[in-house]
């Protein structure tokens, strides 16, 4: 079976995060050549905007359309699309734009909910808003236009380890009843209605003592162990991303390697539902 590795560079650096290089710190540190060995196929694709302004929303919103794009593609092939993006607003309104939002669950893996709007951030982050933005609650005259975005329903959507939340962000989670789940079973069993799931993990989702993988990394958060063993137990998977990783961090080789014994974990679930 095949897996489409989708390798998305937005060159915005918010507060000097360098996480936009995350896909080529995952390329370089093995990531093809575990799958292969796992037992896959691997193609490959990269998308790099050149224009000016790249680095602006504009540019950000259309890569998410380009991404949409390579997700869409790989699902009519057959093949599992997996995005590596810093960005996860990028990746989240690209994944869900390929995928198709009525129909798509999403499980959210990170510390932060992303659910605020520019109404409610009090730092204008866009990351912050990443979630808000898939589910159709910020920034939709771009994300529709410009990535053909149509967004999941905020009552598909499940936090897993989300610890860092705002105000405005617990509001939108009451509002909509958005769930949080602490094991794969919660998240399938909130998944039942929906024909496939994004799986969103932000490396920062984990307990910032086992890895520190950019400087949002929070206290509290699930161990590599626990946090496998959820991924290995998912169902319906229909995109993976992996965002969040700043590959100047510390512990950036680290969490390289770990993305990429995550991302094994959900590829191996993925076929053993699909064979």
């Known amino acids: 079976m095949t897996i489409a590795l989708i390798y998305a560079y937005w060159p915005n650096q918010p507060f000097d995060v360098n996480w936009c290089d995350l896909p080529w710190a995952m390329r370089n540190a093995g990531l093809p050549k575990a799958l292969n060995e796992a037992g896959f196929e691997v193609v490959e694709s990269f998308l790099r905007p050149e224009d000016p302004g790249?680095?602006?929303?504009?540019?950000?919103?259309?890569?998410?359309?380009?991404?949409?794009?390579?997700?869409?593609?790989?699902?009519?092939?057959?093949?599992?699309?997996?995005?590596?993006?810093?960005?996860?607003?990028?990746?989240?309104?690209?994944?869900?734009?390929?995928?198709g939002g009525d129909e798509t669950g999403i499980a959210w893996f990170d510390a932060h909910p992303d659910l605020n709007t520019p109404e409610t951030s009090s730092s204008g982050l866009f990351e912050g808003m990443a979630l808000a933005v898939a589910t159709g609650l910020a920034w939709q005259g771009m994300a529709r236009k410009l990535s053909r975005l149509r967004p999941a329903n905020p009552q598909n959507v499940v936090l897993f380890g989300a610890r860092d939340?705002?105000?405005?962000?617990?509001?939108?989670?009451?509002?909509?009843?958005?769930?949080?789940?602490?094991?794969?079973?919660?998240?399938?069993?909130?998944?039942?209605?929906?024909?496939?799931?994004?799986?969103?993990?932000?490396?920062?989702?984990?307990?910032?003592?086992?890895?520190?993988?950019?400087?949002?990394?929070?206290?509290?958060?699930?161990?590599?162990?626990?946090?496998?063993?959820?991924?290995?137990?998912?169902s319906n998977i229909g995109a993976l991303a992996?965002?969040?990783?700043?590959?100047?961090?510390?512990?950036?080789?680290?969490?390289?390697?770990?993305?990429?014994?995550?991302?094994?974990?959900?590829?191996?679930?993925?076929?053993?539902?699909?064979?």
Request: proline share 3%.
């Open 242 to 275: 992996i965002t969040g990783l700043d590959p100047t961090s510390a512990d950036a080789g680290k969490a390289c390697l770990i993305a990429i014994d995550h991302i094994t974990a959900v590829a191996l679930e993925w076929k053993a539902k699909m064979s």
């Open 165 to 234: 939340i705002d105000a405005g962000e617990q509001a939108l989670i009451t509002d909509h009843n958005i769930q949080l789940a602490a094991n794969a079973a919660e998240i399938n069993l909130a998944m039942e209605n929906v024909s496939q799931v994004y799986v969103h993990l932000d490396m920062d989702v984990h307990d910032e003592l086992a890895v520190r993988a950019n400087a949002f990394a929070a206290p509290g958060g699930p161990s590599v162990e626990t946090l496998r063993q959820t991924l290995g137990g998912l």
């Open 54 to 99: 790249a680095e602006e929303l504009r540019g950000g919103f259309t890569l998410a359309g380009e991404i949409g794009e390579e997700v869409d593609k790989a699902r009519e092939a057959g093949e599992l699309p997996i995005i590596l993006c810093g960005s996860c607003a990028v990746a989240a309104t690209g994944a869900v734009a390929g995928l």
